[in-house]
């Protein structure tokens, strides 16, 4: 591919990736963050694939066989999964609604690390960094906003706290602790004026105090890690003895191991770090453990955990977090990924991980100068990784944790091996690059179709129902639930309209819908209680509702006392 086209190309790409984490639509939608980014996130995904990933899959398939194998055996195991869940089919392949990360998410994920595997240019990838900090400085300048004057948004913000472009406190604040690593590494690489330095300092004080705003501690925990790196790469750079550097890692080393004892409740750090809801993860993280060792060879369903975690939970749960807490995720990326998908899923999850911690440190190895894409790429994968294990995949950040693994399994390639700029190759990319620009438009706008036809439905069926709903249109809004390719039933809606029916004296419908959500999802706990207190339900529907809910909830005793 020439230089000229890859520019043209990586542009756009970062341009994309940025509007993925920013975009935010709340016209006629209950869920104005993760509808709207799996759209968006199809349209760059099968848009990046066309242009940069079918021009090199024979150059994918000699340099980079492991990962394009490992992302193959990935979605086939999420289909095989899907096939073989008790959970709708519909569930898995779009998503829970309010999380949307099923297997079209997934699959645009793989789509986006091949395409990226497929970038030759020292500045294509600057270009993703610098994509990565425009979106962060759109939510540091939009979270400054909303502390001074109020949230111009019109979200239901249930927090009471900054949410950014994510919609939840904790994922603005893992977010802005990864962009304060990936600032810290401009700051000390890149040569620029004395006012420019100034302006990123105060970004950087900016998005500690808007951390501390959100009240989520894992922002901060971030902040350690990105800035511990980056004194890492500056000391290694600035002093060729090693002493510095080695007191660094085994000071770091310490720290971090009264750090990790802190989250768990125990020793000096554990009144500043410990929190209550880690006790409420660790019962997520065994339930879901518990999902992936039953069903070990295809896992429980893709975004099925909530189906599933009353019945997994452990008695423990019963004191904290209660009988009364659910969770639909298990609030760590890989302990989900073998709930959904048993021990395959989890193998092919690590994959990219791993070989770009391994591409990490060959390059550590071989490479001493300053390096700021380096830099910024190791500072900004670490702090995603970290926060990936005690948090939930949510589309505009994990975006940039598969984008960053991409970026580090191919940085050798591009930057240490060279093998790319082979002279004997000009020529042939050259014609390859003539053929490209004739076809860029058709096959950008080709792809771009086929994402929207694929993507667009959640979305639409999210706008089909709330606006039928603002409308207060009865008849409309039970129409709103019947079902299509571009209208898909979800377990939410159905409960939603369940409930509204019933308290606005629509007991008929009310009824209907529980046969229908029942039907729909079996395993869903809230279609089977709704069906039992629906007013319009026989006894016999009663006493089947009842026997449903002491199954999926076997520990809750309440349900056997009705």
């Not at 948004?153 to 962009?179: A, E, H, K, M």
């Not at 019945?311 to 760590?332: D, E, F, K």
């Not at 050798?412 to 014609?431: C, G, M, T």
């Amino acid at each position: 591919m020439r230089t000229t086209n890859e520019k043209r190309i990586s542009s756009c790409l970062a341009f994309g990736l940025a509007g993925i984490t920013i975009l935010v639509y709340t016209h006629k939608v209950s869920d104005p963050v993760n509808s709207p980014k799996l759209l968006l996130l199809g349209i760059v995904a099968f848009s990046s694939a066309s242009i940069l990933l079918i021009p090199n899959i024979k150059y994918l398939r000699r340099n980079f066989r492991i990962v394009t194998i490992s992302s193959l055996l990935m979605f086939a195991s999420m289909i095989f999964s899907a096939i073989q869940s008790n959970s709708p089919f519909s569930q898995n392949w779009y998503g829970v609604q309010g999380r949307n990360t099923g297997i079209l998410a997934h699959l645009a994920f793989i789509l986006l690390t091949l395409s990226i595997l497929g970038l030759k240019e020292k500045k294509s990838f600057e270009k993703i960094i610098y994509g990565f900090l425009f979106a962060g400085l759109v939510n540091i300048l939009y979270c400054l906003w909303v502390l001074l004057f109020g949230d111009f948004i019109g979200w239901n913000n249930q927090y009471q706290s900054l949410l950014g472009t994510f919609g939840n406190p904790n994922f603005i604040s893992s977010f802005l602790g990864i962009v304060f690593g990936i600032l810290c590494a401009y700051l000390i690489v890149v040569k620029r004026s004395l006012k420019e330095y100034l302006v990123v300092i105060v970004l950087m004080a900016l998005t500690v105090y808007e951390i501390i705003e959100t009240n989520s501690i894992q922002g901060l925990l971030l902040v350690a890690i990105g800035l511990y790196i980056n004194v890492f790469f500056f000391l290694r750079n600035q002093f060729k003895k090693t002493i510095l550097t080695n007191l660094h890692l085994i000071v770091g080393f310490i720290i971090g191991s009264l750090g990790i004892f802190g989250i768990l409740g125990k020793g000096p750090f554990a009144s500043i770090i410990y929190q209550e809801t880690f006790e409420f993860r660790k019962q997520y993280w065994l339930a879901g453990i518990k999902m992936g060792a039953n069903f070990p060879l295809q896992g429980v369903g893709i975004d099925s955990y909530g189906d599933w975690y009353r019945q997994m939970r452990s008695p423990a749960a019963a004191i904290a977090p209660g009988l009364g807490v659910v969770t639909n995720v298990a609030h760590n990326v890989y302990i989900d990924a073998f709930a959904n998908g048993g021990f395959l899923l989890l193998f092919t999850y690590l994959v990219p991980p791993i070989l770009a911690l391994v591409s990490a440190i060959k390059v550590i190895n071989k490479v001493k100068e300053l390096d700021f894409i380096f830099i910024a790429l190791v500072s900004g994968w670490t702090t995603y990784q970290i926060q990936s294990l005690i948090s939930i995949s949510q589309i505009g950040l994990s975006i940039w944790g598969w984008v960053f693994s991409a970026m580090l399994i191919a940085y050798p390639k591009v930057f240490v091996e060279k093998s790319i700029h082979d002279e004997s190759s000009k020529l042939k990319r050259a014609r390859s690059s003539e053929t490209q620009s004739i076809l860029f438009a058709p096959v950008i706008l080709a792809s771009m179709s086929l994402a929207i036809t694929l993507y667009s439905p959640p979305l639409l069926a999210d706008n089909k129902w709330t606006s039928a709903y603002l409308e207060k249109d009865a008849e409309k809004l039970y129409e709103s639930l019947n079902p299509g390719f571009f209208n898909p039933n979800n377990s939410f809606m159905l409960a939603q309209g369940i409930q509204i029916f019933e308290s606005n004296k629509f007991p008929e419908k009310a009824h209907a819908l529980a046969l229908i959500a029942t039907r729909f999802n079996s395993r869903n706990f809230d279609a089977w209680q709704l069906l039992y207190y629906s007013s319009n339900s026989s006894p016999q529907e009663r006493a089947l509702a009842k026997s449903k809910m002491i199954e999926l909830d076997p520990l809750n005793d309440e349900w056997k006392n009705l």
